[in-house]
């Protein structure tokens, strides 16, 4: 609806359309048209009027006619329309009534009654608008509540059969190693006792036997690892990331020295985690440092973390051989960084700390050049430590 509702009125008779004029225009916009015809120009623009008020006795078309075509249109079938008339018969008002008018006000006009009934009319007109556009509301926000509802349903779907994929991904990588210690064992017994007898060819062989077997049981104990995470991550508490830090730096230990590694970390600060599962993600990415370091220079890994809005970032840089991140997603399942030359893992250690980082609720990346190192960032959730 405008600020100012506006009423069109069609009327032969100047004096009444000047009465009404002066009626109206105080709290209406009111256009004035002489006939039928010029009345249905006006229906073919694309800004209806809120009323019209038709005189029923005109030359050329009659009001009575100019209704009927305008109930025939869809554009017009519901717009508000009260008959003026001087007949006296209560036939003329029951042929407007029946042909689809909303009123009839007879003449000469009484302006409080001519007032009243426009008010009512418009007013009905407002109250079916504004019925409409609730219902059309009402339609859309149970169609949005009908699609939450249905994409729910769908998310507990896929939540059970998540579930029930890593628990028969557990049992089944679980009951694999046992046949897998056989074959390594017997493989091993074999070239114990026969190991004089065989030739190269054939010791060759046994090695791969057992080689194969024991990267089976290595990638088993990462699926296991893997599939053991999401369900024993605990609720979250307020922990220390720089304890949880040194206790991974304190497991490697040993291949740190080996490594001759630098390894420096900033104040790490408190943040909300599962301490275990923080450890272990310090330890993979650290580990990983170590074991992708370049042949050519020190290995040095900085450790540190910057404060973000609700979140913590950690970065854990090192200077070693680095990769193309284009080539590869590392963060993928049994992805390993180099597959075929230099040093190699099962390609779950950072497939771990993508899940540990998501459960966490937060964001893992990594930015690399070959040889030039690595820098890997994550991001837990963290509000403000209270005092």
Known sequence: MRARPRILVVDD???????????LSGSYEVEIVSDGLAALTVMERASLPDLVLLDVVMPGLDGFEVCRRLREQPTTRDLPLIFLSGLESTRAEERGLSLGADDFIHKPFVAPLVLARVRNVIGRRESAIRERQIAVIEARLAEQESNAAAMQAVIDRLTVMNTELERYAFVAAHDLREPLRSVTSFAQLL????????????RDYLRFVVDGARRMHDLIGGLLAYSYISSNVGPPTWVSSDA?????????????RESRAEIVIADLPMVRADELPLLQLFQNLIGNAVKFRSAGRPLRVEISARRGVGEWEFSVADNGIGFDPAEQD?????????????????GVGLAICKRIVQTLGGRIAVESRSGKGSVFTFTLPSPEQPE
């Open 13 to 23: 008779q100047l004096d009444n359309c000047l009465v009404l004029e002066d009626l």
């Open 191 to 202: 070239e114990r006792h026969l190991g004089d007898e065989l030739d190269q060819t054939g």
């Open 244 to 256: 949880a830090c040194r206790a991974a730096i304190e497991n490697l230990d040993l291949i740190i």
């Open 330 to 346: 590392v963060f993928e399942l049994f992805r390993r960084v180099r597959p075929h030359d230099g040093p190699g893992g099962s």
